[in-house]
């Protein structure tokens, strides 16, 4: 019965974005009209729906621009999707259909780092390149032909923290107390506590630099009671509030906040959802977290007209599929990268073979349109030298103010 609902999902899910069936599997373009199939799932359904759909969109845009241009290797390119509901358990078997059944020609890794953990599993399996957009802990990344589209380099446990306290250490008050709410979600602890034996991270880098933790909460990821945590931040005051958290938890902290009459005086939200801070409206002022890219007239001016083509199409088809945040931003550019990196290499062997694509990603890396030239080093668990950045909510909106040299406006410190 499990089996029979699992196919009958897939089938029901799967998306076709040119009307033909199914790739050649010649391993390159061998005068094959066929078109050339990528194979991947989102979660469209399920808990990590919303996120599921921004890349569901992105990927969909630029199929549409690499088929107008002339597709790959003289053929068009069809993107087979499949829907795996937020369920890590049924990434495995979906992944094996898309190889073993479907035969599709390439594939790209799923949203959320426990799949594309299931994913990489059957792609090192079968010898195929997986180009990834979100996982983040590269220890955790060890097959050496994943390619991960977002980068925090490889010790992002470090760099994270280290990143924030050096914005916040410009500004002419620096915090010197600050209370650390964790989620205990395997995809935000690790910036808390480290990972594995590298114990390095937001506690212990504050004490490292002079500040006093002087809150330090773990919560379970089903937490619907905020109450107390709120409370105990309120009680012990600190100058700055990081939330290692996912999705909405930085809203409901910010909301239960508002409960007891308290406002933070800075706060910092590691994987939030972007447009529902944005809908606290003054509440959520000030609001810092990082970003891969964030549509700022300064930052498009400099990339060209081709990131505000992109960046403009994505906000209309995000608009008109009624997604709650329209904004090109860190989830559509890991995927428009995972995609440049999966076409580039194509483009650069002349073909669909694997073991080519991998080697020719590892010895030449790959241009992309938001993160600039990639390089790949299976020492480092193929992340490279990271272009991320620090944003901040000002004035009803995202913009990067750090560092310095890419800020769209400067930092500011959030009035108490």
């Known amino acids: 019965m499990r089996r029979r609902s699992l196919v009958a999902a897939a089938v029901a899910t799967a998306l076709v974005v040119t009307g033909c069936n199914r790739g050649s599997g010649d391993g390159g373009s061998g005068g094959s ?101 979100s996982a983040v802990l590269a220890p955790q990344l060890t097959y050496e032909c994943q390619f991960p589209a977002w980068s925090i380099g490889p010790t992002p446990n470090s760099f994270i923290p280290n990143q924030l306290f050096d914005a916040l250490a410009s500004l002419p008050t620096p915090p010197k107390t ?95 959802a972007p447009g529902p801070l944005l809908a606290l409206g ?20 400099k990339l060209g007209a081709q990131a505000t083509e992109i960046t403009t199409r994505f906000t209309e088809k995000a608009k008109a599929a009624n997604l709650p945040y329209t904004v090109f931003e860190t989830q559509a550019t890991a995927s428009w990268n995972a995609w440049e990196i999966l076409t580039g290499a194509v483009k650069a062997t002349g073909g669909t073979d694997q073991q080519k694509l991998c080697d020719s990603l590892h ?12 390089t790949f080093d299976p020492k480092s668990f193929n992340f490279w030298p990271t272009t991320q950045t620090l944003k901040q909510i000002q004035k009803g909106d995202w913009v990067v103010v750090w560092p310095a040299d890419k800020a769209a406006a400067p930092l500011a410190a959030r009035r108490p």
Do not use: C
């Not at 959520?284 to 001016?301: Q, R």
């Not at 030449?364 to 349109?369: H, L, M, Y």
């Open 33 to 133: 009209s066929a078109p050339i199939v990528v194979g991947s799932t989102l979660s469209l359904t399920g808990a990590f729906a919303a996120t599921g759909q921004i890349h569901k969109i992105a990927g969909e845009e630029f199929v549409e621009r690499l088929n107008a241009a002339g597709g790959l290797l003289g053929r068009k390119v069809e993107w087979k999707v499949l829907d795996d509901q937020s369920d890590q358990a049924k990434v495995s078997q979906l992944y094996e259909r898309l190889i073993s059944q479907d035969k599709v020609d390439l594939i790209l890794g799923p949203y959320a780092t426990p799949n594309i953990l299931s994913a990489m599993a059957v792609a090192q399996r079968h010898g195929y390149i997986l180009p990834q957009h």
């Open 178 to 272: 600050v209370a650390v709410l964790t989620s205990q979600s395997g995809s935000a602890a690790f910036v808390s506590d480290g990972f594995g034996s590298d114990k390095a991270g937001a506690l212990s880098i504050a004490k490292e630099r002079g500040i006093t933790v002087v809150a330090d909460v773990h919560y379970p990821p089903t937490t619907t009671d905020w109450a107390p945590i709120a409370t105990q931040v309120r009680d012990a005051n600190p100058d700055l509030v990081i939330n290692n958290g996912l999705g909405v938890d930085a809203v409901n902290i910010l909301q239960a906040m508002k409960q007891l009459n308290y406002r933070p005086k800075q706060m910092f939200g590691l994987f939030p």
């Open 363 to 374: 010895a030449n890396g790959v241009d992309t349109t938001f993160s600039g030239h990639l």
């Open 282 to 301: 003054d509440l959520s002022d000030g609001m810092l977290s990082v970003s891969m890219f964030e549509p700022n007239k300064p930052i498009l001016d």
